[in-house]
């Protein structure tokens, strides 16, 4: 562990991007896909963008620091956050200010662009939290513990390998898999990342998530895909939730890692109109017995389902059905 020799932010700093525009010729705008940018991987892959003339990249960036910490000490002063994004291979380097997205000083928000000539691989993006500390300015006090990824040529948002699904025996493999040998898959989130445990088992089951067979088995496979996107997204949820961090007067912290991550991206959706400290509260609240926790679960449902993008697949789906359905009686 590397010492200062200055007091620093012993609460952890996290950061999120909540969105990413494209610039093409003529200035025009287009937004990235949600697909293009994965919370729980903290990468961005532009090479999912449906354009390939992009010029520029404009990345939406909230960070959470410790708020509390800094009100009750006082080591520090003139307070400022920055989003610094920088690639080794070009050697560039683009600097945003944050600025103060609520009354309680927990998240700063800002843009941060950068121009796509400049990069050739991967940036890396971190926030930092700087001060003045003891009369002398511009001192580091605490840094995000992990950096997001922009990934100018990567298709799929991944940090350093495939989507973790495994296919596996359920009859045959571990113990603990047995029990549900007559599921087509189960969400794993016990290790430091989520992974999706496919059945084997299951009759063409593999064969229709990798997209093999007929038109009508690959628009099926789609489906099975989006609905084990919304089983992860409900499966980390309830994991982050149930494994909070409380402060002596109760109050429930986000965790610093994809956990903390995930809470805020879904909140939103299952306690909606409230800040994300409070909505945590309200729900950490209810699954500990103080109000109605079945009531949140549609909530917690329609979240998943719209960050797997379920109705959205759906409607194709139903649209690609049709097409083919005239296309065989033609």
Same mark, same amino acid.
């Given at each position: 562990?590397?010492?200062?020799?200055?007091?620093?932010?012993?609460?952890?700093?996290?950061?999120?991007?909540?969105?990413?525009?494209?610039?093409?010729?003529?200035?025009?705008?287009?937004?990235?896909?949600?697909?293009?940018?994965?919370?729980?991987?903290?990468?961005?892959?532009?090479?999912?963008?449906?354009?390939?003339?992009?010029?520029?990249?404009?990345?939406?960036?909230?960070?959470?620091?410790?708020?509390?910490?800094?009100?009750?000490?006082?080591?520090?002063?003139?307070?400022?956050?920055?989003?610094?994004?920088?690639?080794?291979?070009?050697?560039?380097?683009?600097?945003?200010?944050?600025?103060?997205?609520?009354?309680?000083?927990?998240?700063?928000?800002?843009?941060?662009?950068?121009?796509?000539?400049?990069?050739?691989?991967?940036?890396?993006?971190?926030?930092?939290?700087?001060?003045?500390?003891?009369?002398?300015?511009?001192?580091?006090?605490?840094?995000?513990?992990?950096?997001?990824?922009?990934?100018?040529?990567?298709? /799929?948002? *991944? +940090?350093?390998?495939?989507? =973790?699904?495994?296919?596996?025996?359920? &009859?045959? $493999? %571990?113990?603990?898999?047995?029990?549900?040998?007559?599921?087509?898959?189960?969400?794993?989130?016990?290790?430091?990342?989520?992974?999706?445990?496919?059945?084997?088992?299951?009759?063409?089951?593999?064969?229709?998530?990798?997209?093999?067979?007929?038109?009508?088995?690959?628009?099926?496979?789609?489906?099975?895909?989006?609905?084990?996107?919304?089983?992860?997204?409900?499966?980390?949820?309830?994991?982050?939730?149930?494994?909070?961090?409380?402060?002596?007067?109760?109050?429930?912290?986000?965790?610093?890692?994809?956990?903390? /991550?995930? *809470? +805020?991206?879904?909140?939103? =959706?299952?306690?909606?109109?409230?800040? &994300?400290? $409070? %909505?945590?509260?309200?729900?950490?609240?209810?699954?500990?017995?103080?109000?109605?926790?079945?009531?949140?679960?549609?909530?917690?449902?329609?979240?998943?389902?719209?960050?797997?993008?379920?109705?959205?697949?759906?409607?194709?789906?139903?649209?690609?059905?049709?097409?083919?359905?005239?296309?065989?009686?033609?």
């Amino acid at each position: 562990m590397r010492a200062y020799p200055y007091p620093r932010l012993t609460g952890a700093v996290t950061a999120r991007i909540t969105a990413v525009r494209l610039r093409g010729p003529g200035g025009t705008r287009e937004q990235l896909d949600t697909k293009g940018y994965s919370i729980v991987e903290q990468v961005v892959a532009l090479g999912r963008a449906e354009r390939d003339d992009w010029q520029s990249a404009r990345l939406a960036v909230t960070a959470t620091v410790p708020a509390r910490e800094i009100e009750t000490k006082s080591h520090w002063s003139d307070i400022a956050v920055v989003a610094v994004l920088t690639e080794g291979a070009t050697n560039a380097r683009t600097v945003v200010r944050l600025e103060s997205g609520a009354e309680d000083g927990r998240d700063w928000v800002g843009e941060i662009e950068f121009d796509r000539d400049s990069h050739l691989d991967r940036a890396s993006l971190a926030v930092h939290v700087v001060a003045t500390v003891g009369g002398i300015a511009g001192r580091i006090i605490a840094s995000t513990d992990q950096e997001w990824l922009i990934d100018v040529t990567a298709d /799929a948002p *991944l +940090r350093d390998r495939q989507l =973790d699904v495994t296919t596996v025996s359920f &009859a045959r $493999g %571990a113990e603990w898999l047995r029990s549900f040998r007559e599921a087509p898959w189960v969400v794993d989130t016990s290790g430091r990342m989520p992974t999706v445990r496919l059945n084997s088992d299951f009759e063409g089951l593999v064969a229709l998530v990798e997209g093999q067979g007929s038109k009508v088995e690959s628009v099926v496979g789609e489906i099975l895909l989006a609905q084990m996107c919304a089983d992860v997204w409900t499966a980390v949820f309830h994991t982050a939730i149930g494994d909070l961090e409380i402060e002596d007067d109760g109050t429930p912290l986000f965790p610093p890692d994809w956990r903390g /991550a995930v *809470l +805020r991206e879904m909140l939103p =959706d299952i306690v909606p109109g409230r800040s &994300a400290q $409070g %909505a945590l509260r309200e729900v950490h609240l209810r699954r500990i017995g103080e109000g109605s926790w079945a009531d949140l679960q549609p909530r917690i449902q329609y979240a998943a389902a719209r960050r797997a993008e379920v109705p959205k697949v759906l409607a194709t789906t139903v649209r690609d059905i049709e097409r083919i359905d005239q296309e065989t009686h033609a």
